[in-house]
Every structure is written in structure tokens, then in C-alpha cells.
């Protein structure tokens, strides 16, 4: 009964506006870590005129201490309380209610609600964690004004915060204090924090564009001072581009980011008071590599723009997390495409939406961007919710263009200011801010899957036309067996045989966007002189896998000289992806470098003009997982063979190059665009260098050993790092040993250190990882350690992937363990046993096995079920 409640499937259709709104919240909270005393005055206010005869307050994990109505005691027959909440029977029309409850932070190992570590107290309250901290109506349609009072010991906790304004703060006996904080925006619940603890603080001041002074702060461990300045710039630029990009400026007079080593995802954007995980906070030039660098700015941006997009206007249900999630990631990523390269920046994005959510989107736990159906929220913070709601907005800003995106968004802020909304709200501010209709366009919100676009295109010479035939179709996912066809925005040019763009239309355009809405249709481009090759999702326009027949020679042209440089990239991985699925088939790996693979190579690696960073994306070989999307059963083992064997030849072949390009791009370190570029190509020589090594017998690890000296920075460094311990034949166990004493004492580098061990292609690395499980500062209750040795071994497929079982059944042993501890964790880190049917009878049947395993455990919790359970045919 009890399980069959928890495991209850909540629906879309079956949303109901609250019975009661509650006008003001004011929480009292004694802090202690193990005992914390949470008491709230809460003022509720019927909404309609029935009278309502049992209202339900959302509860977890509390203790119920005390319940008083407008100040008296609550009478026994007018409450219940049990494991979901607090129930009032006839409720007033309007009453105050106070509680007081007992909550235990420091055996709070979920990181939801409010928890204690590392000597501090942190909350976590979206989605639904703040009914572990007191009874409410948990919903995101609940928005109350929230005041504030933390009490905690002066000595361990000097610093203390809430959202929102400071506003008095006092002594108390034993050596406690106080202070009280009130946020004069009225907010749901899952933007409510709080903090304590012993921090240092980073300040600075931002001016509005109306002159306001805007105090910065960024709260982090004393000895991490140092480390703040990226976050603190990145910060200052985001505010910057907001204002200038979307017109929208800060709201309060105080904007604070707390770091910590323990969190469960990225960041939060609780109002006034982020609370992050200190990879996206913290960096150094001795600490974080120019990835990590880039990760601060991408995430201190995208909590900042949730200002917006998220608290002012926020979400009527969880349904619609993509409205704030999908917008917020297009935000985000605009705002790094402005920061840094474009082209770069989109190539990135794109990757990583083919690595996460395409394959989310062809398995069994695939949804909609706007899901129909949960059990567990958190379970669908993914990569669909997030990364391709991201391209939706990004299709209809492709769609309206630049101004009309902003006559939107200029019309959904001063719509829904101060309201809980949905993505229909959004669609209709678009809409009707541009009379452009977006009915069809709803299907994507809607349809599960990725659509396949055939393109089928033929120069005609008497004519002089071009006819491009597109045709498009959606495979079935779970519960969404046929499909409709989605308007899908094809950006396009025609290059002629010298590689110009040609004349489309009258208007002289050489570039532009056609609308494929029907499951087949066809244009026709007049007066081309010449045959054209086509360059086809410029951009990459849409989210969808275009399946467009052309030779290797057009290929290797496009790779050389197209001028979108995602569609060039594109282009030179499309060579680079058939090379290696034919040598997959043939097993032995390829003879020889096929001859348009050479070429543009070749060329790429002559334009020594071009931008650094954008010659390593061209130089980057498809990632295994990459490859083993394109094929219908993964070959695990072949996959790696064949693309090890590449990575060989173009190492061999090139040697002479890559030793040149390793020579000429030392330099010193500096943080601008160009040195990170150049940092890259440079390691990336290094590692093409180490793979010509086989067939050469000499010994570039030496070089790798070095630049592993030598370097003064962590990009460097880990890079030669990787090299050397991932390497199937080198012993690199002094190396490992040297890094980890070195960096003992920064948690975020030996994360690195752990995640590079567990990646290591290396016969031996089970054993290794099982090592590294029991290790002095190995912690289950940290995530991030816990990503970087269970959640690096998931993405070290010949390992993983083990045709014996053995990965599989190590792993779901482990899982089995975490979700007792951290169950939001343990389901995340669990999602890539759902992709078994992709992989031959017997992986198939180890994966199964793992699933059972987990499914059979005690105590099941309710995130871990839902993904077993979804994973099952
Ligand atoms: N809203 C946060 C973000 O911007 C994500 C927080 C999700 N946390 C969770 N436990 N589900 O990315
Ligand atoms: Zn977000």
C-alpha cells in the first residue's frame, strides 16, 4: 500500500490549481547538525468560495512537534499527519497556522532539504525539497513572501544567509546569534534557501543600466579566496548581456552565490542566494582547466538568467520545467556564443546534445519535452527537458529572427511578471507578439523522438535548377506509437565548384531558411549556372539526424571549404564516421587513410591561419559512444579497435606535422581566447603523437612526461596526465602517485584524478576501480566523487561493457549501495543499463541481469524504481 502510494504516477491532465494561496511565510530555525528545530507561521487564504473540507500540506522526513490555529492549539479531529504531510480537515477560510518540527541535517545524506557538510548548512529545495524542511503546499503555483530567521552557534556559523534583504540581526545567549532575511518577491518554495557556516567572501558591486549598485558576493571556504575571480567576471558579463540582449536587469540590491563540494547537480538559482557545486565556482590556473574555466561562465550565467526566466516568471507545475530549463540553456548558450568563438560554442552544444539526448530520445526512458507523466520529478532533469527544450526555443528564435524572438520575450515578461506559467503561455507570447502561428510547432513539445530528415537533391543542367526533395518521419517511443510530422527549419546554401555560395532568389540571398513541415516535400532553386553541392542544417538548424547522401569527394570539399563552421566540422566527421564504421565491419581496422580522410586533414592542418580551437574540433575524431549510435547492435570491442587503429594512422601519417604543431604552440599561459585555442590543438598534437608512437618505437611519452613536469597550468597537465595513465601500455603508477600528492587538498582536482583512472581503456581498470572505491578519500556521500569513479566507469564502454557481465554487475552492486544513501544520485548515475536493447544477446542479458538485481533491493527508493521500471520493455 505504502509502496504502491510512493510509486504513484502523477499527471499532466490532471493538474489542479491550489485550494488555498498562502499570503506570507516566516520560518524560525534553530540550527544544529544533528537536532534542527524549524518552526513556521504560515498565512493561508482560501481561493475559491466552496468550503474546502481537507486540505493537504506536503511533509517529509519531519518530526511534527507542535500544530496551533490563530494561535491555539490545533484540536485532535481537525489533523493528520503521516509520512506525506500534514492533512487539515475544514479548514478555515482563512487562518494562520504555526508548526514546529524536528529535522536531523547532518543525517541528511540526500542533499535535499536542508542538510549538513562540510561544516555547513545548505539547502536544496527544488524540486520538492522543501517539505523536508517544514509542512507547505510544495508547488511551484504556491508563491509566498518569505521572511526569515536562522539562529545558529556564533562560533561554527558566523556567516548566516537567506534569500532576499538582511534586515536586522542580533546575539543571543551561548554564544549564538541571529539574523533575519526577507525577500520581498513573492516565490514558490523551490526557490527558498538558506545557508551557515564558516565562509569567506568575495565581494564586488554591479551598476544597472539604471544606475543601481548591485552588491556581489560569493561565499566560499577561506582558503579558496583566490579561486573566485572567473565566477565574479563571468557574473558581472552575464548581468551585462542580459540587459543588453533581452532588456532585463537585476531586482535586488544583493546577489549571492555560496559554493559547496557537496551537491547534487550543478547549481541552483534560489532567489538572491545561489547555492553551486564548487566545480562551477572555483577555479585557478593551477586547479581548473580551460573546460572547467568555461563550465564557470556557461553555469554562473545560466543560474543568473533564471532570474528571469525561472523566478519572475516562473513554472505552474513540474511539467513545464523545460519553460524555465530549455530557455534558460538557450540563454546560456547565446550568451557563451557571444563570450567566445560562435561556431565553436555550437559545434560543443551539438555534441552534447548527440551524446546525452539523442540517445535518451531513442530508448525507453525517451519523453517529451514536455512529459505527460512522472513519478519521481527529479528523475526528469534531462537532457531532452533541458538540452532539446533548448533547441526548440532556439528553432523558434531561427523562426521569427533576432527582433521578433525579442518582441516575445519582451511580451512574455510583461504578461506573466509575478505568475506561475506554462510553455502554452510562451508559444502564445511568440505567437502573438509576431502574428506568426506555432500550432504545428506545439509537436515538438509534445512528440518524443528524434525526426530523421532524408535529403535527396539533383542538379539539373538544361534547367539550371537545383531540386531538393526533404523527407522527414519520427520513430515510435514508449507510449507514442505514430507520430505527426514537425515544422522543421532547414538552413541551407548552394556552393558551387569553387566553393562560393550562389544566388538563391531574387533577393540575391545566398543563404536560407526553408520550412519542412510535411512528411515529404521539394524546392526548386532557378538560375545556377553551375551543379552545387548542397550544404544542408547549416548551424544545425534543428534537432533532428539528417540522413543526405554525398560522395566522399564532396564531402572532403565541404570539409575544406564551407563556410558555416558547424556544417564543416560536420562534414569532416561525416569522413572521419565512415572510415571508422567500415573499418568496424572489417574488424582488422583499415589498410591504409582513405584518400578524402587525408585531404582534409591535410588541409586543416595546413590552415595555419585558423582559429585554433576550431581546427582541434576538426581534427577530433567521433567519440565510441558517437559511433556506436550510427549502428544497430554496438559493437563494443570493434568500436574501439577501429578507432584506436585511426587515431594510429593519423598519428603515423602525420607525425612529422603533429610534431611540428606541438613545437610551434608552446607559449606561455594566458587566459584569452587564442592560448586556450592554441592549449588545445597543442594537446591534441600530443595525443596524435603517442598513437603514432606504435607503429614508430619511439618513445612520445616522454614528451607527455615532460609537459607533465613542466606545466604551469591544469590543462596542460591533466592533459599529459591523461595521456600517460590511460595509456594500455605505459606504467604510469608514479605519475598517479606524484598528482595525487601534489593535489591532495583540492577535492575538485582529485575528482580528476579519480574519473581519469576509471576512464583508462586499460585491461585491469575493474580491479583498479574497485580499488579506488575503498580508498582513504573515497565518500559515498559526496557526489561529486561518486560521478567521478562510478559515473567516469558508465563512460569507459570496453570496460562497462564487458562481454563477461563483470562491469555491469559491479556497478549495479554499487548502485545498490548508493541509492540507500543519495537516491536521486544512484538513479541518474543508473540510466545507462536502460540502453541495453542496443547491444547483443548476451551484454543484453548482463544488463537485464543488473536491472533485476537493483529492482529486487530492499528499500527501493522511489527515483531508482521508476528508472528500472521504465527501462523494461
Ligand atoms: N534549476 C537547477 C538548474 O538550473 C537545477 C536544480 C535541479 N535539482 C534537482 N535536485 N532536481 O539547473
Ligand atoms: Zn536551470
Not at 480537515?89 to 524536528?102: D, K, S
Amino acid at each position: 500500500m505504502i509502496a504502491q502510494d510512493n510509486n504513484a504516477v502523477i499527471h499532466r491532465e490532471d493538474y489542479q490549481p491550489p485550494l488555498y494561496r498562502i499570503t506570507d511565510v516566516a520560518l524560525n530555525v534553530h540550527l544544529d547538525p544533528e537536532n534542527t528545530e524549524v518552526e513556521a507561521r504560515l498565512h493561508f487564504q482560501r481561493l475559491g468560495s466552496e468550503p474546502v473540507s481537507v486540505l493537504h500540506l506536503d511533509g517529509e522526513s519531519l518530526e511534527l512537534l507542535s500544530v496551533l490555529r490563530d494561535g491555539q492549539p490545533l484540536a485532535e479531529n481537525l489533523f493528520r499527519s503521516d509520512a506525506t504531510g500534514l492533512t487539515l480537515l475544514n479548514p478555515e477560510p482563512e487562518f494562520v497556522l504555526e508548526t514546529r518540527v524536528r529535522i536531523h541535517p547532518a543525517a541528511n545524506s540526500t542533499l535535499s532539504g536542508l542538510y549538513f557538510a562540510g561544516g555547513q548548512f545548505l539547502t536544496q529545495c527544488e524540486a520538492e525539497g522543501f517539505r523536508r524542511i517544514t509542512y507547505y503546499l510544495d508547488r511551484p503555483d504556491c508563491l509566498a513572501k518569505f521572511t526569515v530567521t536562522l539562529h545558529a552557534s556564533r562560533k561554527t556559523c558566523p556567516v548566516l544567509l537567506a534569500n532576499g534583504n538582511c534586515i536586522a540581526q542580533g546575539d543571543e545567549d551561548n554564544d549564538w546569534h541571529w539574523a533575519r532575511w526577507e525577500d520581498p518577491y513573492p516565490k514558490p518554495a523551490y526557490l527558498f534557501a538558506m545557508v551557515a557556516g564558516d565562509l569567506a567572501v568575495q565581494r564586488d558591486v554591479f551598476v544597472t543600466q539604471s544606475g543601481r549598485s548591485v552588491t556581489l558576493e560569493i561565499y566560499v571556504a577561506e582558503r579558496d579566496l583566490g579561486a573566485c575571480d572567473q565566477a565574479m567576471e563571468s557574473l558581472k558579463r552575464a548581468m551585462r548581456w542580459d540587459e543588453e540582449v533581452y532588456g532585463r536587469e537585476y531586482d535586488l540590491d544583493r546577489y549571492m552565490i555560496v559554493a559547496t563540494d557537496s551537491f547534487n547537480m550543478g547549481a541552483m538559482e534560489n532567489k538572491g542566494l545561489n547555492i553551486f557545486n564548487s566545480k562551477y565556482v572555483l577555479a585557478s590556473p593551477e586547479t581548473a582547466t580551460d573546460t572547467d574555466y568555461q563550465g564557470v561562465e556557461s553555469v554562473i550565467a545560466h543560474e543568473y538568467f533564471h532570474n528571469w526566466t525561472g523566478n519572475r516568471v516562473t513554472l505552474r507545475d513540474w511539467f513545464q520545467l523545460s519553460l524555465k530549463e530549455g530557455l534558460t540553456v538557450f540563454r546560456d548558450q547565446e550568451f557563451s556564443a557571444d563570450m567566445n568563438s560562435r561556431g565553436v560554442q555550437r559545434i560543443g552544444d551539438v555534441r552534447r546534445l548527440r551524446a546525452a539526448q539523442f540517445p535518451e530520445d531513442a530508448g525507453p526512458l525517451a519523453h517529451p519535452v514536455r512529459p505527460d507523466a512522472y513519478s519521481e520529478i527529479n528523475n526528469f532533469y534531462t537532457a531532452t527537458v533541458y538540452e532539446k527544450g533548448a533547441e526548440l526555443v532556439r528553432m523558434i528564435h531561427t523562426l521569427l529572427g533576432r527582433e521578433g524572438f525579442r518582441r516575445g520575450t519582451d511580451l512574455y515578461f510583461e504578461r506573466h511578471d509575478g505568475h506561475a506559467v506554462t510553455i502554452e503561455d510562451f508559444v502564445e507570447a511568440m505567437e502573438e507578439a509576431n502574428h506568426y502561428d506555432l500550432s504545428r510547432f506545439r509537436r515538438w513539445y509534445s512528440q518524443a523522438g528524434t525526426p530523421q530528415v532524408k535529403a535527396e537533391g539533383s542538379y539539373d543542367p538544361k534547367s539550371r535548377s537545383y531540386t531538393l526533395t526533404l523527407q522527414q518521419s519520427t520513430p515510435a517511443t514508449t507510449g507514442q506509437a505514430s507520430k505527426e510530422p514537425v515544422p522543421v527549419p532547414v538552413r541551407l546554401a548552394l556552393l558551387n565548384t569553387q566553393g562560393e555560395k550562389a544566388v538563391l532568389d531574387k533577393t540575391g540571398a545566398t543563404e536560407k531558411v526553408i520550412l519542412l513541415e510535411q512528411a515529404s516535400q521539394s524546392w526548386t532553386f532557378e538560375d545556377l549556372p553551375d551543379p552545387v553541392i548542397p550544404s544542408l542544417l547549416r548551424g544545425f538548424s534543428a534537432p533532428v539526424r539528417l540522413d543526405i547522401t554525398l560522395d566522399d569527394q564532396a564531402r572532403s570539399f565541404l570539409a575544406c571549404v564551407d563556410d558555416d563552421p558547424f556544417n564543416r566540422w560536420e562534414s569532416a566527421q561525416e569522413l572521419a564516421l565512415k572510415t571508422l564504421l567500415a573499418g568496424v565491419k572489417n574488424h582488422q581496422g583499415l589498410e591504409v587513410l582513405p584518400a578524402a580522410l587525408k585531404q582534409a586533414l591535410s588541409a586543416t592542418l595546413k590552415q595555419s591561419q585558423m582559429d585554433p580551437a576550431f581546427r582541434a574540433e576538426l581534427l577530433t575524431l567521433p567519440s565510441e559512444d558517437y559511433i556506436g549510435e550510427q549502428m544497430p547492435v554496438i559493437a563494443v570491442e570493434a568500436i574501439h579497435q577501429a578507432r584506436e587503429t585511426l587515431l594510429d594512422k593519423i598519428g603515423a601519417h602525420f607525425h612529422d606535422e603533429w610534431l611540428g604543431l606541438y613545437q610551434d604552440l608552446a607559449g606561455a599561459y594566458d587566459r584569452d581566447g587564442a592560448s586556450i585555442g592554441r592549449r588545445r590543438l597543442r594537446n591534441m598534437a600530443l595525443s596524435y603523437l603517442i598513437h603514432s608512437d606504435h607503429s614508430r618505437h619511439e618513445d612520445m611519452t616522454l614528451h607527455a612526461r615532460q609537459q607533465y613536469v613542466q606545466a604551469d597550468n591544469m590543462t596542460d597537465r591533466l592533459a599529459a596526465f591523461q595521456l600517460l595513465v590511460q595509456h594500455p601500455k605505459h606504467d604510469a603508477e608514479d605519475i598517479l602517485l606524484d598528482f595525487y600528492q601534489k593535489w591532495q587538498d583540492y577535492p575538485l582536482v582529485i575528482d580528476k584524478w579519480f574519473a581519469i583512472q576509471a576512464m583508462a581503456p586499460r585491461l585491469d581498470t575493474l580491479r583498479h576501480v574497485q580499488h579506488l572505491l575503498v580508498h582513504p578519500v573515497f565518500d559515498w556521500k559526496v557526489p561529486n566523487r561518486v560521478r567521478a569513479v562510478l559515473g567516469a566507469f558508465t563512460m569507459n564502454p570496453t570496460l562497462f561493457h564487458a562481454a563477461d557481465g563483470s562491469g555491469y554487475a559491479f556497478f549495479a552492486e554499487q548502485i545498490r549501495r548508493l541509492d540507500d544513501i543519495n537516491p536521486q544520485t544512484a538513479a541518474r548515475l543508473a540510466t545507462p543499463l536502460s540502453r541495453w536493447q542496443r547491444y547483443d544477446k548476451v551484454r543484453q542479458q548482463g544488463m537485464m541481469h543488473a536491472l533485476q538485481l537493483l529492482a529486487a533491493k530492499t528499500n527501493l527508493s522511489r527515483d531508482l524504481a521508476e528508472v528500472i521500471q521504465r527501462s523494461y520493455p
